[in-house]
């Protein structure tokens, strides 16, 4: 059986094929127009980057390289004794285009175990932050500070030539992807137990087995399955949302995967985008405050009338892209279902009522292009059902899991030989002047 290395040395050369044969008969082949509206309205709907390992479909939703969430959690190995999807399975099938046999993911998964130490100057270095700083501003900054180590700016030092980029690349990745468990566990534990002794790295477990391990919660099976589930799948959403672009538009000025992926987290801390789960859980918790007990659908209709109107987003509906309910949110949803702890909790009943509700309620306010909800309306509330309640540290758990995505890319945009992204910008005089020449 192939090792990780072994098939990316085999898939690689017929991509890059592919790409040649692309430039060479279609650089000149139109893919749609640019309009004003795409210029001042953030891009939406331009489409200008190159993405290998995912699409997403307006109506069906994310699909990793052709496949869908579903066909992801029939063909994905699970973890030894579970059965949700695991990042490592994810990983493989994101960063090489295929399904990984069993013998393959756990042979990752002991890859990533073993390399999951963190430098001691790290260590020190996020001890030494206050508690008081936001969980996603610690995991950016001590995620920079890794770069110490970066293999890929050591030997463009040396004068790497550019074939040897991506393996650096990927060895970068691969060592940032096996070290965030550690580093967001020891995070948590800053935070929220400054007492409480960290459990060290277990050789023999898959990422998520450590990192739940690291944070405490070891002995829940159930929240073990569900970080696993939450961690692949928001593994990768295409290029064009904030932190994957981010990531990638940094690593494009040949920035060590460290930074651009430092730099990727603080755009994934922005309400807009992953701060949004800490947000639909405080939203959600001020209406169950409010409401009392015994919520019925015609006070969270009111309750939605109050927020809109007060000037404010519904956290966790909405979407650049989609246009239909989240198939995260539906996997996530499943999952709930599936599991009768989880059965009567009176959170997650909440999310369930207001997604009866607010589609609508959106409706008919008019504004938002997608009135259903994206993974965000319920990935925190279930975390909370499993007593994780510190919910200003829910982004740091999106931020473990989008790694495994744009870091793909990176891997990818190396191997490719992608340039530095520089796109063309316009002035409102010199749109002007250009539409009265037209
Ligand atoms: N509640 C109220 N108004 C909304 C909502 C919402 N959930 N979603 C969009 N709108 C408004 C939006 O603010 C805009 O108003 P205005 O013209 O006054 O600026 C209008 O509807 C049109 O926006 P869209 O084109 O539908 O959405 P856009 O692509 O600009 O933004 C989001 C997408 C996701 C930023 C937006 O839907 C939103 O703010 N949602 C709430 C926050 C959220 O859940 N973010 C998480 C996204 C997923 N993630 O994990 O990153
Ligand atoms: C994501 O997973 O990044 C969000 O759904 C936002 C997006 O795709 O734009």
Known sequence: TKSLRETLQEV?????????????????????????DNIIGGMRGLKAMLWEASVLDPIEGIRFHGLSIPDCQKVLPAAPGGKEIIPESMLWLL????????????????????KGDLPKFVEQLVDSFPRTLHPMTQLGMAVAALNH?????????????????????????????????ALAARIYRNVYNPDKELAPVDRNLDLVGNYSRMLGYGDNHSLTEYLR?????????????????????????LADPYLSYSSALFALAGPLHGLANQEVLRWQLAMQKELGENISHEDIKAYLWKTLKSGQVVPGYGHGVLRNPDPRFIALQ??????????????????????????????????????????DATSGCVLYHYGLTEFKYYTVIFGVSRALGALTQLVWARALGLPLERPKSMSMDALEKFIKNQ
């Open 12 to 36: 690689i050369p017929v991509k890059q094929e592919q790409l040649k044969k692309l430039k060479s008969e279609h650089g000149q082949t139109v893919v749609g127009d640019v309009k004003v």
């Open 95 to 114: 960063l090489t285009g295929q399904v990984p046999t069993q013998e393959q993911t756990q042979a990752l998964s002991r890859e990533l175990a073993e």
């Open 149 to 181: 180590d970066s293999s890929f700016q050591a030997a463009y030092e040396k004068g790497m030539k550019k074939p040897e980029y991506w393996t650096h690349t990927l060895e970068d990745c691969i060592n940032l992807i096996a070290r965030l468990p």
């Open 229 to 253: 589930l939450y961690i692949a799948l928001h593994g990768d959403h295409e290029g064009g949302n904030a932190s994957a672009h981010t990531a990638h538009l940094v690593n494009s000025t």
């Open 334 to 375: 499943e999952f709930c279902d599936s599991r009768p702890e989880l059965k009567g909790s009176p959170i997650i009943d909440l999310v369930n009522k207001t997604f009866q509700v607010a589609p609508d309620v959106l409706k008919e306010h008019g504004k938002t292009k997608n009135p259903y909800p994206n993974v």
